[in-house]
T-cell receptor, first 114, second 112 residues
Framework: GNSVTQMEGPVTLSEEAFLTINCTYT??????LFWYVQYPGEGLQLLLK?????DKGSNKGFEATYRKETTSFHLEKGSVQVSDSAVYFC?????????????FGKGTKLSVIP | DAGVTQSPTHLIKTRGQQVTLRCSPK?????VSWYQQALGQGPQFIFQ???????QRGNFPDRFSGHQFPNYSSELNVNALLLGDSALYLC???????????FGSGTRLTVV
């Protein structure tokens, strides 16, 4: 079946540091890949997505590139801010295999300190 | 433009009881999915409703059931509650199940 593995947290960075959160996936088809962010006490918000190999998703300074050869979709940001403190989830959707569900990783908690 | 609305935001139930959670999808969306998010975990897919029918179901027991109404809103019912059912229940809507999903803020269920 499909699965998503992302790096364990928590991750603590100083403001303006570089961020990488690793994500790898296993899928039977050719999935779409997503990063969602969850702020304390809130639901999930879509941060960025990529629907095919070599696509780069980007939003609010965050980027992730769909790497089919390494089955990865790592999240990066060049300079984090305190307001980026949240839990980040990598997810996939395998519509090509006839599935409508999102499969999530366990999440990575990011704390940015001033 | 209202996003996904869930109610109630919090509730506490006793083991063995039944609970109903409600979700109103984002305007223009016709598909509703439900997820269970245990503390410190990623959301797990329960099921999806489209055209008032359950279109896909995750690995959850029959105690979990749902319904979609003609206005696309949805309910999640859980019978014979267990302590392990304590979680944040998230509703997500989309148009036909394609593209991106919009999530609500969730209902925090505590079973005591």
């Amino acid at each position: 079946g499909n699965s998503v593995t992302q790096m364990e947290g928590p991750v603590t960075l100083s403001e303006e540091a570089f961020l990488t959160i690793n994500c790898t996936y296993t899928a039977t088809g050719y999935p779409s890949l997503f990063w969602y962010v969850q702020y304390p006490g809130e639901g999930l918000q879509l941060l960025l997505k990529a629907t095919k190999a070599d696509d780069k998703g980007s939003n609010k300074g965050f980027e992730a590139t769909y790497r089919k050869e390494t089955t990865s979709f790592h999240l990066e940001k060049g300079s984090v801010q305190v307001s980026d403190s949240a839990v980040y989830f990598c997810a996939l959707s395998d519509r090509g295999a006839g599935s409508y569900q999102l499969t999530f990783g366990k999440g990575t908690k990011l704390s940015v300190i001033p | 433009d209202a996003g996904v609305t869930q109610s109630p935001t919090h509730l506490i139930k006793t083991r063995g009881q039944q609970v109903t959670l409600r979700c109103s999808p984002k305007s223009g969306h016709d598909t509703v999915s439900w997820y269970q998010q245990a503390l410190g975990q990623g959301p797990q897919f329960i099921f999806q409703y489209y055209e008032e029918e359950e279109r896909q179901r995750g690995n959850f027991p029959d105690r979990f059931s749902g319904h979609q109404f003609p206005n696309y809103s949805s309910e999640l019912n859980v019978n014979a509650l267990l302590l392990g059912d304590s979680a944040l229940y998230l509703c997500a809507s989309s148009f036909t199940g394609e593209g991106g999903y919009t999530f609500g803020s969730g209902t925090r269920l505590t079973v005591v």
